[in-house]
C-alpha cells in the first residue's frame, strides 16, 4: 500500500470513530453533491447524507440543456428531488435550495418540496425559478408568469429566517404572521406591495430587490440594517424617500431616481451603481439635473465608512452648477471607485478626494476602456498634465496609506494616475511634513489576461517600482503564483 494511501485510510478510521451526530455535522458543512459523494464510503456512510442539514437541487447540475430531450430530463430531476426527501431522516434543517428554470407543469411538486421544507423547521430557504436565458427584467417582464405560489405554511414558519424567491409568486400582507424572518431577497417578479413588506414585517433587518419591474415605491421606512435595490425597473419620474435610521449596508444598483434622504446615518458600506443610464457622452440639460441630484444624494450619505462609486456618478457629480461648493466633507475611509479611467471622471475623482478628509484606502477597481479616451483632452488639459496640476501633497488627503489598483495593466490612463499618487505620497519629498505618507500601492492582475497584456501589466508595475521610493509596489497576480 503507498504512503498515500495508508494515510487516506488512517483519516478515513480516525473519522469512523466519531459518534454519527458529528459526522453529519461535517458532512453538512459539504457541498450537496459532495455530502452525496461521502455515502460511497463504507457502509456505515451509506445513509448518512440522509441527514445532512444543508440540501440544494440545482437543475444546471443534473440536467443538460443542450440535449434534445431535454423535457424528460427534467421530469426524471424532479422525480429524482421528490424521491430522495421522502427518504430524508433527519428532523431540521439549516438549508433548502431549489434552483429550477420556468417550472411550468411542475407547480405541485415544488409547491411539495417547499412544505416538506418547512416541516422539517428549516431556516434558510432559496427558491429560484427564473429562466436560465434572462439577462435584464425585459426578457422577464415579457414573458413572465408565475408558477410556484409560496404555500402558506411559508409565512407561519416561526424557524424561517433567511428567504430567497426569484420568480415565485407571494403575498407581501402575510409576512406579518412570521416570527423570525431576519432576511428577504426578492427578484425577478413584478413587485407591488413593497412598502407594506416593509411596515409589517417587525423582525426583518436585511432586504434586498433584484431585476423586479413595475416597481412603485414612495417611501421604504423600516428598522432595517441592510438594504439592496439592483437594477429593477421604477414608474417614470418616481421620486423615493430613504427613512432607515439604522441601516448599516446600503447598496442601489439602476436608474437615477429624486432621493431624498430622511434619516440615514450610520452607514458601514454604500455601494451606488448607475450604469443602467447607459454611456455618458456630451454634457446636456438632463445629465446638469442628474448631477445636482446625485451630489445631494452622495452628501445624504456622507456617513459611510466605504463608499463605492460608479464610472456614471463619477462624471455626472461635475456637471452640476457648482459642484465644488454642493459636495460636503464626508467620513469615508475607504474609497471604491469603480472607473473606466476615461478624461471625463477626472474631475469627479477630484472632487471625491478633496471631499474625504479621513480617507485611509482608495480603491481603483478598473473596468472596460476605450483607447481613444486616453488621448482626448479634458476642458484643454491633457491626462498626464492634469493629474500633475491637480494631486499634490497638499491636497490628497493626509490620511491615504494605501492604494489598490484591480484589473491593472499598466496603461497610459493607470500609469498616470499611479505615479503622480506615489510621487506625492512618498516620505523623502522635500516639505512632506504636513502632507499624506503613502505606505503601499497594490496592483492586482487579472488572471484572464492574455500574455501579451500581462507582460505590458509588469513592465508597467516596474516602472512604478523605480520610482516608488520609500512607498511600496506590490504585485498579486494569481497566474504567476500558480506557476510557481
Avoid at 447598496?251 to 450604469?275: I, P, R, T, W
Avoid at 490612463?413 to 505615479?419: C, F, I, K, Y
Avoid at 503613502?438 to 496592483?443: A, N, S, T, W
Wanted: glycine share 4%; proline share 3%; charged share 25%.
Amino acid at each position: 500500500m503507498t504512503s498515500k494511501r495508508m494515510a487516506s485510510s488512517i483519516e478515513l478510521d480516525a473519522l469512523s470513530n466519531l459518534p454519527d451526530v458529528l459526522l453529519i455535522m461535517i458532512i453538512s458543512c459539504l457541498s450537496f453533491k459532495e455530502c452525496l459523494r461521502t455515502s460511497l464510503l463504507s457502509k456505515r456512510w451509506r445513509y448518512l447524507c440522509r441527514e445532512t442539514r444543508n440540501i440544494s437541487f440545482e437543475e444546471s447540475e443534473y440536467v443538460d440543456r443542450s440535449v434534445s430531450d431535454k423535457r424528460s430530463k427534467r421530469i426524471s430531476f424532479v422525480n429524482y428531488m421528490c424521491q430522495w426527501v421522502s427518504r430524508y431522516q433527519g428532523y431540521c434543517m439549516e438549508t433548502f435550495e431549489i434552483k429550477f428554470s420556468v417550472p411550468w407543469g411542475f407547480a405541485a411538486e415544488m409547491e411539495s418540496l417547499i412544505e416538506f421544507a418547512v416541516a422539517r423547521k428549516v431556516k434558510n430557504l432559496v427558491l429560484d425559478f427564473t429562466d436560465f436565458y434572462w439577462s435584464v427584467t425585459t426578457d422577464a417582464s415579457r414573458y413572465y408568469k408565475v408558477y410556484v405560489h409560496l404555500p402558506a405554511s411559508v409565512y407561519n414558519s416561526r424557524t424561517l429566517e433567511s428567504l430567497k424567491i426569484y420568480s415565485c409568486g407571494f403575498d407581501p400582507s402575510k409576512f406579518t404572521n412570521s416570527g423570525s424572518l431576519r432576511k428577504l431577497s426578492i427578484g425577478w417578479i413584478e413587485l407591488t406591495g413593497a412598502e407594506s413588506l416593509i411596515l409589517t414585517s417587525p423582525t426583518l433587518k436585511s432586504l434586498s430587490f433584484s431585476y423586479c419591474w413595475g416597481v412603485v415605491i414612495n417611501n421604504i421606512a423600516g428598522d432595517i440594517k441592510e438594504f439592496v435595490f439592483e437594477n429593477c425597473e421604477f414608474s417614470l419620474y418616481m421620486a423615493c424617500s430613504f427613512d432607515l435610521p439604522n441601516v448599516e449596508i446600503f447598496k442601489y444598483s439602476g436608474q437615477v431616481l429624486a432621493f431624498d434622504v430622511k434619516k440615514m446615518n450610520k452607514f458601514k458600506e454604500v455601494y451606488l451603481d448607475f450604469e443602467a443610464e447607459g454611456e455618458y457622452e456630451e454634457p446636456n440639460q438632463r445629465s446638469k439635473k442628474e448631477g445636482t441630484l446625485l451630489s445631494g444624494f452622495l452628501n445624504s450619505l456622507r456617513g459611510a465608512s466605504t463608499l463605492s462609486v460608479c464610472s456614471f456618478l463619477l462624471q455626472a457629480i461635475q456637471e452640476c452648477d457648482d459642484p465644488s461648493s454642493l459636495l460636503r466633507p464626508m467620513e469615508t475611509q475607504h474609497l471604491v471607485l469603480r472607473t473606466r479611467m476615461h478624461v471625463m471622471e477626472f474631475k469627479g475623482i477630484r472632487l471625491l478626494l478633496d471631499n474625504c478628509p479621513n480617507l485611509e484606502t482608495l480603491t481603483f477597481e478598473c473596468i472596460r476602456r476605450s483607447l481613444f479616451s486616453y488621448a482626448k483632452s479634458y476642458c484643454g488639459v491633457g491626462p498626464r498634465s492634469y493629474w500633475k496640476k491637480n494631486l499634490t501633497y497638499q491636497n490628497l488627503p493626509k490620511t491615504l496609506k494605501v492604494v489598490v489598483v484591480k484589473n491593472f495593466s499598466g496603461c497610459f490612463g493607470e500609469l498616470n494616475v499611479l505615479t503622480v499618487l506615489i510621487q506625492s505620497g512618498r516620505r523623502r519629498c522635500p516639505g512632506r511634513a504636513h502632507g499624506p505618507v503613502l505606505e503601499r500601492v497594490e496592483l492586482y492582475v487579472s488572471s484572464d489576461m492574455a500574455e501579451c497584456q500581462r507582460m505590458e501589466a509588469h513592465d508597467g508595475a516596474k516602472m512604478l517600482q523605480s520610482i516608488s521610493g520609500d512607498v511600496q509596489v506590490l504585485v498579486h497576480d494569481p497566474r504567476r503564483v500558480a506557476e510557481l
